[in-house]
């Protein structure tokens, strides 16, 4: 009895939607009908947490073997197989109030399980080709330089200059509105999850693309940084919109760790 209700606080579990052809078919379904059932939407969106907590599980490992290792990024293919599995696990929880809104639109036509796999492969994708021109640049500037500590710190700085920035502020109140997707969706689903993914991906990294930026010049194997940036993102995401002084101490303290990491370089 305890659990059914503790499911059903957490939307895990909803009342049987009723069944028939007709309004007052369902009507007088509903009344009869009490029984629960399996809240299918947020079964998808728990299914792409697990995801990112494999992926988190995939980090661990990876710094752990890389530790006290210093090769840059490797070769291309090795970076973009590391920095998927990275946004996977840094990303995909903010990613989760789209992701359910999304099941719980599309439910009940065809293929929407698949559909909302698209949707969080597209978000991952967007951040994938950001992740490919990162590695263009560092590559282009022949990186890691002998003061790459002081350039990490100043990347750590600038984002947080960065998130007083008027792109930054826009940005996150765009992935707020995308959340709400604003009515039904089209009759082509697997078109609308890539399109919401494209959106919702750009508007993210509009978002902490800065953040980013810092954690590839950090380093793919740096676990507590990916945890810490990545508390960061979920803060962007989650928390309601702040006044500017608490935006101002946010941007604040990713200018002391970028200092901190200065002094320690």
Same mark, same amino acid.
């Given at each position: 009895?305890?659990?059914? #209700?503790?499911?059903?606080? /957490?939307?895990?579990?909803?009342?049987?939607?009723?069944?028939?052809?007709?309004?007052?078919?369902?009507?007088?379904?509903?009344?009869?009908?009490?029984?629960?059932?399996?809240?299918?939407?947020?079964?998808?969106?728990?299914? +792409?947490?697990?995801?990112?907590?494999?992926?988190?599980?995939?980090?661990?490992?990876?710094?752990?073997?890389?530790?006290?290792?210093?090769?840059?990024?490797?070769?291309?293919?090795?970076?973009?197989?590391?920095? +998927?599995?990275?946004?996977?696990?840094?990303?995909?929880?903010?990613?989760?109030?789209?992701?359910?809104?999304?099941?719980?639109?599309?439910?009940?036509?065809?293929?929407?399980?698949?559909?909302?796999?698209?949707?969080?492969?597209?978000?991952?994708?967007?951040?994938?080709?950001?992740?490919? +021109?990162?590695?263009? /640049?560092?590559?282009?500037?022949?990186?890691?330089?002998?003061?790459?500590?002081?350039?990490?710190?100043?990347?750590?700085?600038?984002?947080?200059?960065?998130?007083?920035?008027? /792109?930054?502020?826009?940005?996150?109140?765009?992935?707020?509105?995308?959340?709400?997707?604003?009515?039904?969706?089209?009759?082509?689903?697997?078109?609308?999850?890539?399109?919401?993914?494209?959106?919702?991906?750009?508007?993210?990294?509009?978002?902490?693309?800065?953040?980013?930026?810092?954690? +590839?010049?950090?380093?793919?194997?740096?676990?507590?940084?990916?945890?810490?940036?990545? /508390? !960061? !993102?979920?803060?962007?995401?989650?928390?309601?919109?702040? #006044?500017? #002084?608490?935006?101002?101490?946010?941007?604040?303290?990713?200018?002391?760790?970028?200092?901190?990491?200065?002094?320690?370089?």
């Amino acid at each position: 009895m305890y659990g059914g #209700r503790l499911l059903g606080a /957490i939307g895990l579990v909803r009342q049987a939607r009723p069944g028939g052809f007709c309004p007052a078919c369902r009507v007088l379904m509903k009344a009869r009908d009490a029984r629960q059932e399996l809240a299918k939407p947020m079964v998808a969106a728990l299914v +792409v947490l697990a995801g990112a907590g494999v992926a988190w599980a995939a980090m661990v490992h990876h710094s752990r073997a890389m530790a006290g290792m210093d090769m840059g990024l490797g070769p291309i293919e090795s970076f973009a197989a590391t920095w +998927v599995v990275m946004m996977a696990a840094m990303m995909l929880p903010s990613a989760i109030p789209v992701v359910l809104e999304f099941a719980r639109t599309a439910e009940g036509r065809r293929g929407w399980q698949v559909a909302t796999g698209v949707l969080a492969v597209t978000y991952l994708g967007v951040w994938l080709m950001f992740g490919v +021109v990162c590695y263009a /640049i560092y590559t282009a500037a022949r990186m890691p330089w002998p003061n790459q500590g002081v350039v990490v710190g100043l990347a750590l700085a600038l984002a947080g200059v960065y998130s007083v920035s008027p /792109i930054k502020r826009a940005s996150q109140a765009r992935c707020r509105e995308l959340c709400a997707l604003h009515g039904p969706l089209p009759f082509n689903l697997m078109r609308s999850a890539a399109v919401a993914g494209a959106r919702y991906g750009l508007s993210c990294l509009g978002c902490s693309a800065a953040l980013m930026m810092a954690m +590839v010049l950090i380093g793919m194997s740096s676990l507590w940084w990916a945890v810490i940036l990545g /508390i !960061v !993102v979920l803060i962007y995401k989650f928390a309601p919109p702040l #006044r500017m #002084r608490y935006e101002l101490v946010l941007s604040l303290a990713l200018v002391a760790l970028g200092v901190a990491y200065l002094t320690m370089a």
